[in-house]
Nanobody
């Protein structure tokens, strides 16, 4: 499966952005999907993930209450709505797919076999 993330940009603190991750090659309907981010000079970190059914979601504490992950299996697409953005949200954002069919959502990068290229989000104060 190929993943294409887009929707990043440069915004002011407090603004919103919606990232999209479009999958191709096969259906991601039964995949857990995750968003990770990596700031310059830092390790890649978990941001949010959603189970194949959409019934289970997990968020990093740093984004909880501000970010919302969702999916549209008919469109083979996953979204990350980011509100109240802060300068510390500045990072390259990556979407990833975990082929394990489960309602248990994994937050570790190693669980995700498929990765898209990143989309840059820059938040200025």
């Amino acid at each position: 499966v190929q993943l294409q993330a887009y929707g990043g940009g440069s915004v002011q603190a407090g603004d919103s952005l919606r990232l999209s991750c479009a999958a191709s090659g096969r259906s991601i309907s039964f995949y857990t999907m995750g968003w990770f981010r990596q700031a310059l000079g830092k390790e890649r970190e978990f941001a949010a993930a959603i189970s194949w059914s959409g019934r289970s979601t997990k968020y990093a504490d740093s984004v909880k209450g501000r970010f919302t992950i969702s999916r549209d299996n008919a469109k083979n697409t996953v979204y990350l709505q980011m509100n109240s953005l802060k300068p510390e949200d500045t990072a390259e954002y990556y979407c990833a797919a975990d082929a394990t069919i489960s309602e248990v959502v994994d937050t570790t990068p190693y669980a995700y076999a498929y990765w898209g290229q990143g989309t840059q989000v820059t938040v200025s104060s």
